[in-house]
């Protein structure tokens, strides 16, 4: 019995497969942007002396590393309704993008910092900045070059995590493509082709977060 592929048969569906993509890149890089920003503020807090934010930070974070991404974003599709907060499918896909990479990035950044030299946090505080300037100008930027290939691979994971939401609904890629396999029977066809987008924007994301950290950063990743 042969088989024979058919991928001029998909030529129809591109619009829905570049509206799922495009969907994908929106969403990783306002939960990129959200949960780096988390990271950094969560890695300040887990960084000083322990406070009671800095347990509270803490206990956020082993919960989010020590359950499943599918757990997380279902607590929120399901678990928050009936708590009176009703979200849409992609603003649930959102937070749980954005709290999972908060909480991974604050344990990356983190560790770049706490390999800071004692003896930046005094030179500053005898040039008179505060601690927030010292942080921000002295301890941050150094830090982040240390972890930036680190933070960038974690970034991708999500990314790549974000097929996921596919399962409340929201119409990403990997939704796509069920959906168009559902309607053409063509199931090599499509996740060949889902994948090797997929691949690209891994390779694409990767490049890109690379230059910014040259750019901004000096990173050598």
């Not at 322990?50 to 757990?71: D, K, M």
């Not at 937070?95 to 983190?110: C, D, Q, V």
């Not at 070059?145 to 994971?157: D, E, G, H, T």
């Amino acid at each position: 019995m042969t088989t024979t592929l058919d991928f001029a048969a998909l030529w129809p569906f591109w619009p829905q497969l570049l509206a799922g993509l495009w969907t994908t890149i929106v969403l990783t890089v306002v939960a990129t942007i959200g949960g780096v920003s988390l990271g950094i503020l969560g890695a300040a807090l887990r960084s000083g002396k322990p406070t009671i934010f800095s347990h509270l930070w803490g206990a956020y974070v082993e919960l989010i590393r020590n359950t499943p991404f599918v757990v997380q974003l279902f607590f929120i599709v399901f678990g928050l309704p009936g708590l009176g907060l009703k979200l849409t499918a992609g603003q649930a896909a959102l937070i749980a993008m954005l709290i999972n990479l908060g909480a991974y990035s604050t344990e990356i950044i983190r560790a770049g910092i706490q390999v800071a030299p004692k003896g930046q946090w005094e030179a500053a505080r005898v040039l008179g900045l505060t601690k927030l300037q010292t942080f921000l100008r002295v301890i941050l930027p150094p830090a982040l070059r240390r972890i930036y290939p680190a933070l960038v691979s974690q970034c991708i994971i999500v990314m790549l995590g974000s097929s996921v939401v596919s399962q409340v609904s929201y119409e990403e890629l990997t939704f796509m493509a069920n959906l168009i396999q559902s309607r053409t029977f063509l199931s090599f066809e499509v996740y060949l082709v889902t994948t090797l987008m997929y691949l690209a924007l891994s390779l694409l994301m990767r490049q890109v977060l690379l230059a910014v950290g040259r750019k901004w950063l000096g990173s050598e990743g």
